[in-house]
């Protein structure tokens, strides 16, 4: 099975989804698994002992349609120390959007990031829906795919997943309004003010 | 307005008008994006970090021609690059709307763009085919009426940036 290596590529770290995604991971995953934040930009002391582990898991959110620029950052970092001959790359990430499609480009990145450093590109998990899924009934669904993506691994396979809440579009604008609105509401801030067509400097 | 928006440094005797903007990113200071949403839930429309991306995103908003020139990594922009227009989300609403019959955010005050984007430095054919369809998808979420792309060695990026800003006058 081999050691893995979980590497949050979210600006968010601590407060992130992709924590929690990877926390799901973990309760899958046969053993405990180390984890890495790209914002800590303490790759050195990683890099120390980065040919232990026989897995990668990059964990990160869509960000103008792409890899994070934290994350970009890291992969250089990455392709200039040896890894262990055998190591594999996987990937989970996840948008805020509900069509899964819209992660296919940031995967491709990845992909081209393997195929660049002669690395071989494993399981891949493109979650829909994301900012919001895991605090819904619909949480089990990434769950369930989580276990097949953990599945996935353990078997050597190379395979692409995704899900997303199942919903039609209207319902997903409606409730995605509804927990923006919410998630203002902790600030003070009406949906009013969040619909303000103002860019600072008008 | 015209913006021309580059991580690389460009010629200095480009035609000064007070239409035409042009930015050099190495000569400014900017952070990485904190993914705090402070721009959409708490300051809605106004970055929190305060350093020289809140100069510019701005401009981006406002301009109808725009020129982003950008080294690649791995068929998507490169950092510096990625970094601003990551910085460049308080231009967008927090709440979606569907838009090409796909799921985006709802824009600010921002007018739809004629984009041009300068990729330059020695780019395979993989990469160029992953950054045509990130430019694609950038194009729903970022208002682009018309796009194109020129991919250039650095050679010829001075007399590419030259050429795209001329155009600016037939626009």
Redesign the interface.
């Known amino acids: 099975m081999g050691k893995l290596l979980i590497v949050n590529g979210?600006?968010?770290a601590e407060k992130?989804n992709s924590k929690k995604y990877a926390e799901i991971f973990q309760s899958f995953w046969p053993e405990k698994a180390d984890t890495y934040s790209a914002?800590s930009q303490k790759s050195h002391a990683l890099f120390s002992h980065i040919q232990q582990y026989e897995h990668l898991l990059f964990v990160f959110?869509l960000?103008?349609?792409?890899?994070?620029?934290?994350l970009?950052?890291f992969?250089?970092e990455l392709e200039t120390v040896p890894l262990a001959k055998s190591v594999k790359i996987h990937v989970i990430i996840n948008c805020?959007?509900?069509?899964p499609k819209?992660n296919?480009?940031a995967l491709?990145?990845?992909r081209?990031?393997c195929?660049?450093n002669h690395l071989v590109f494993g399981m891949a998990l493109g979650i829909a829906t994301g900012e919001a899924i895991l605090a819904t009934p619909f949480a089990f669904l990434v769950r369930r795919k989580m276990k097949k993506f953990v599945k996935g691994i353990l078997a050597g396979k190379s395979e692409t997943l995704t899900t997303a809440m199942p919903l039609s579009?209207q319902l997903?604008?409606k409730a995605?309004?509804q927990y923006?609105k919410n998630?203002?509401k902790?600030?003070h801030?009406s949906e009013e003010?969040?619909?303000?067509?103002?860019?600072?400097?008008? | 307005m015209n913006l021309l928006l580059s991580d690389h440094s460009f010629p200095k005797d480009l035609p000064q008008k007070e239409e035409n903007h042009y930015i050099d990113l190495t000569q400014l200071q900017i952070k990485?994006?904190?993914?705090?949403?402070g721009c959409?839930?708490?300051t809605?429309?106004?970055?929190v970090l305060r350093d020289d991306a809140?100069k510019v995103?701005?401009l981006i908003?406002r301009s109808k021609n725009l020129i982003y020139v950008s080294r690649l990594?791995?068929?998507?922009?490169?950092?510096p690059m990625?970094?601003m227009?990551?910085r460049?989300?308080?231009?967008q609403?927090?709440?979606?709307?569907?838009h090409h019959g796909?799921?985006?955010h709802?824009q600010?005050?921002?007018v739809e763009k004629k984009a041009v984007i300068i990729a330059y430095g020695e780019i395979p054919k993989?990469?160029r085919e992953?950054f045509k369809?990130?430019v694609e998808?950038?194009s729903h979420?970022m208002l682009f009426s018309d796009w194109s792309i020129s991919f250039v060695s650095e050679e010829h990026l001075e007399q590419t940036i030259r050429a795209e800003v001329d155009a600016w006058e037939n626009c």
């Open positions: 979210s600006p968010r992130s914002v959110p960000y103008t349609d792409a890899v994070p620029a934290v970009l950052s992969l250089k805020g959007f509900l069509e819209q296919e480009v491709s990145i990845l081209y990031f195929k660049k579009k997903f604008l995605s309004a923006w998630y203002g902790q600030f801030t003010e969040m619909r303000s067509l103002k860019i600072e400097g008008e | 990485n994006c904190l993914g705090c949403f959409w839930v708490k809605p429309g106004k970055c809140v995103y701005p908003a990594y791995c068929g998507c922009y490169d950092e990625k970094r227009m990551e460049a989300i308080p231009m609403q927090a709440f979606i709307r569907l796909e799921t985006h709802v600010r005050n921002v993989q990469e992953i369809k990130l998808r950038n979420n």
